[in-house]
């Protein structure tokens, strides 16, 4: 069964920054992809970042440029750099994975929040003056 327990969110000024991280266990897949979306009251969910058991990024165009995720597959551990928070990335930030049956060269992870077939309980992000 897999599992996904997020931690870091919290409180933020705007152009602050914050480490989200996640750690995940019982994948029994042998390539898989993991991300963060997230959901403010109110709005659809929103995909935020993934990457791939190589190390392969991708991101929401919302974030780019100033949000990072990054691995460290010995500890299953990914994490999410936000820097320069806005009020718009207020939200609860989701941790989630999905399984792939074989990465092969060329492949580009999913941000699409539906994707998706694991996620964590969430932790909330909130940016304000």
């Known amino acids: 069964q897999v599992q996904l327990v997020e931690s870091g969110g919290g409180s933020s000024q705007p152009g602050v920054s914050l480490i989200l991280s996640c750690i995940a266990s019982?994948?029994?897949?042998?390539?898989?992809?993991m991300g963060w979306f997230r959901q403010a009251p109110v709005n659809e969910r929103e995909g935020v970042a993934c990457?791939?058991?190589?190390?392969?990024?991708n991101y929401g165009d919302s974030v780019k440029g100033r949000f990072t995720i990054s691995a460290d597959n010995v500890r299953n551990t990914v994490h999410l750099q936000t820097n320069s928070l806005k009020p718009e990335d207020t939200a609860m930030y989701y941790c989630?994975?999905?399984?792939?049956?074989?990465?092969?060269?060329?492949?580009?992870?999913?941000?699409?929040?539906?994707?998706?077939?694991?996620r964590g309980q969430g932790t909330q992000v909130t940016v304000s003056a």
């Open positions: 989630a994975a999905y399984d792939v049956a074989f990465i092969l060269a060329g492949y580009k992870c999913s941000t699409s929040p539906s994707r998706y077939n694991y």
């Open positions: 019982g994948f029994t897949s042998r390539d898989y992809v």
């Open positions: 990457i791939d058991i190589r190390g392969t990024t």
